[in-house]
């Protein structure tokens, strides 16, 4: 079986891109305007939101390293959305086995509830990779840990303009946010499944992640619509291989007027910089 890592590893060299297209599929903003994909029925729904992010892989798909799916965008709509996230994910295993499945739903807590998020993440959605908040600790995140071959990302620095309430916290000599670094790098990363999320917000505190880490992979949220500096990012971010960066736009891209130049257009930033920054 292929790790996560090894999946990533393969289609970042086929595709040559760092580039996580964010499917946050919302249904208000894909309906807007666009007499193809109606919405009044639960049904309508439904094939919007699938036609929709169909025809934002089918634009990006030789584009991408990876694509993010953020369950919100699904659940808010109920059975419907939930059945237009499983489809889109059958649709990328069939025709695009190649591409990892990120599923952005930031869960964790108790070890056997956990077992519940695994089941539907890993089993129902045959995704690669999930994301999880480190409050619970790593007992609590076992469940998850123990899936070899998939992927676990960890929130660390967020993106978001109040992130430093907890992740800034003063502990001891150090922060909190390093603490999750430190923990995940050391303690969690014993299948080498482990990546954690910093914000392209925040590239001092992404270089600080990077200095504590090593080379794990880091999913950074951030550019497009949050004004995340890409040059900053890089900087800051990139491993010893000029690699480990999961670089994901949302809205920046799927609801671009082109989204296929949009994500073309931040791929090759990405290696422009990538070619210019050559590792010794
Ligand atoms: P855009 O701002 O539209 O590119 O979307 C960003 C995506 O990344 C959304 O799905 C967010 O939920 C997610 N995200 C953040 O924006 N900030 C974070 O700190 C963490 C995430 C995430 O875990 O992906």
């Known amino acids: 079986m292929m790790t996560f890592q090894e999946k990533l590893d393969k289609i970042v060299k086929k595709n040559k891109s760092l580039v ?19 919405i009044s029925t639960p049904t309508e729904q439904y094939l919007s939101l699938l036609s929709f992010n169909k025809s934002i892989i089918e634009a990006t798909a030789d584009l991408v390293c990876s694509y993010k799916l953020n369950t919100a965008f699904y659940e808010s709509i109920g059975h419907e959305g939930i059945n237009a996230l499983k489809d889109t994910c059958d649709y990328l295993v069939q025709k695009y086995p190649e591409i990892p499945i990120i599923i952005d739903a930031k869960r964790a807590d108790i070890g056997n509830t956990n077992k519940g998020y695994v089941q539907f993440i890993f089993t129902y959605l045959s995704a690669d990779a999930v994301t999880v908040q480190p409050y619970l600790g790593e007992e609590a995140i076992r469940p998850f840990l123990e899936m ?45 499944n482990c990546m954690l999320v910093v914000g392209a917000t925040y590239p001092q505190e992404l270089k600080e992640v990077r200095s504590i880490v090593g ?28 690699r480990g960066l999961i670089i994901n736009s949302s809205r920046g891209i799927i609801f671009a007027k082109n989204p296929r130049d949009e994500a073309m257009m931040l791929r090759n930033s990405i290696n422009k910089f990538l070619i210019s920054n050559r590792p010794n």
């Not at 996580?20 to 109606?38: A, M, R, W």
């Open 148 to 192: 070899k071959d998939k992927g676990v990302i960890v929130l660390c620095r967020t993106s978001n303009s109040g992130a430093g309430e907890f992740q800034d916290l003063k502990v001891g000599d150090t922060t909190l946010y390093k603490i999750v670094a430190k923990n995940v790098a050391e303690k969690w990363n014993k299948n080498k």
């Open 20 to 38: 996580c297209v964010g499917l946050d599929s919302d249904i208000e903003k894909i309906s807007s305007g666009e007499k193809k994909y109606p």
């Open 215 to 242: 080379d794990m992979t880091l999913l950074i949220p951030g550019i497009g619509a949050q004004g995340g500096d890409l040059q900053a990012t890089l900087k800051a971010g990139l491993n010893s291989k000029k």
